[in-house]
């Protein structure tokens, strides 16, 4: 145990977020629907954070294609296949394949 623990802390009252945080903030994110300071805070995470980055333009790309193709939200099981599929193959194949397939039911 010490009792320095002044020392330790930091001064500034800004910190950096949580990859937690992005995560739940994710779509709020997209939508622009927080503060400017949380927008900030956020930003800055994922500047500095890789992992946070990718899943950012997934999401993005995910959003984008929906669009295009006219689905104003995606069922939450259409944007698990799409997001599982964007990880583990080429990007806007996968997108396309996806989209065309529970579409066309
Ligand atoms: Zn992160």
């Given at each position: 145990?010490?009792?320095?623990?002044?020392?330790?802390?930091?001064?500034?009252?800004?910190?950096?977020?949580?990859?937690?945080?992005?995560?739940?903030?994710?779509?709020?994110?997209?939508?622009?629907?927080?503060?400017?300071?949380?927008?900030?805070r956020i930003r800055k995470h994922i500047?500095?954070?890789?992992?946070?980055?990718?899943?950012?333009?997934?999401?993005?790309?995910?959003?984008?294609?929906?669009?295009?193709?006219?689905?104003?939200?995606?069922?939450?099981?259409?944007?698990?296949?799409?997001?599982?599929?964007?990880?583990?193959?080429?990007?806007?194949?996968?997108?396309?394949?996806?989209?065309?397939?529970?579409?066309e039911k």
């Amino acid at each position: 145990m010490t009792s320095d623990e002044h020392e330790a802390a930091p001064t500034e009252i800004e910190q950096d977020c949580g990859c937690d945080e992005v995560y739940e903030h994710l779509f709020e994110y997209l939508d622009s629907e927080m503060t400017t300071a949380d927008l900030q805070r956020i930003r800055k995470h994922i500047d500095g954070c890789e992992p946070c980055l990718s899943e950012l333009s997934v999401e993005e790309l995910v959003r984008r294609v929906l669009r295009r193709a006219c689905i104003e939200r995606a069922p939450e099981n259409l944007r698990i296949k799409i997001m599982q599929r964007l990880r583990s193959t080429d990007l806007s194949l996968a997108i396309d394949r996806t989209i065309s397939v529970e579409i066309e039911k």
